[in-house]
């Protein structure tokens, strides 16, 4: 059973990773910077990054915000779960583990969210309807 534990946070990603036989899974932490690639400050421009798809258009996730969002792009808004920006960086975390299936999810949500059944049930149905198919290297 492939086992993923993901925590989206505003500021980084962390991921823990593996098979349920192994004792110790591999765990990661990346900035939780996340921009459309047609979007990109200069930094960026030309440099070959891992990028993900959201909706069809490719995205870097998992890089610093310095150099890489305009402010005002930043998805710090009252349901961040259902932000593409969100979903780019889901769909790193699920690049990063390398697998296609995952057998077993753990996320979290913000207090306020997990006491809203919508929210809950908004993100459960997020997270089981895509996955790595929306995850590539470009």
Do not use: C
């Not at 870097?60 to 009252?78: F, K, M, T, V």
């Not at 296609?100 to 929210?119: A, N």
């Amino acid at each position: 059973m492939f086992l993923l534990g993901i925590d989206i946070g505003y500021s980084n990603l962390k991921i823990a990773y593996g098979d349920s036989a192994l004792r110790d899974p591999k765990v990661e932490v990346f900035p939780s910077g996340a921009a459309p690639m047609d979007a990109v400050g200069p930094r960026f421009n030309g440099e070959r990054r891992a990028t993900v798809l959201v909706e069809g258009r490719p995205w870097i996730a998992g890089e610093p915000q310095a150099g890489l969002l305009r402010p005002s792009q930043r998805g710090l808004d009252d349901n961040f779960p259902a932000t593409d920006y969100y979903r780019a960086l889901l769909n790193y975390a699920l690049l990063r583990a390398g697998r296609e299936h995952v057998d077993h999810l753990v996320t979290g949500l913000p207090v306020g969210d997990s006491l809203k059944p919508e929210r809950v049930g908004a993100l459960k149905e997020r997270l089981t309807s895509f996955g790595a198919r929306s995850a590539r290297h470009a």
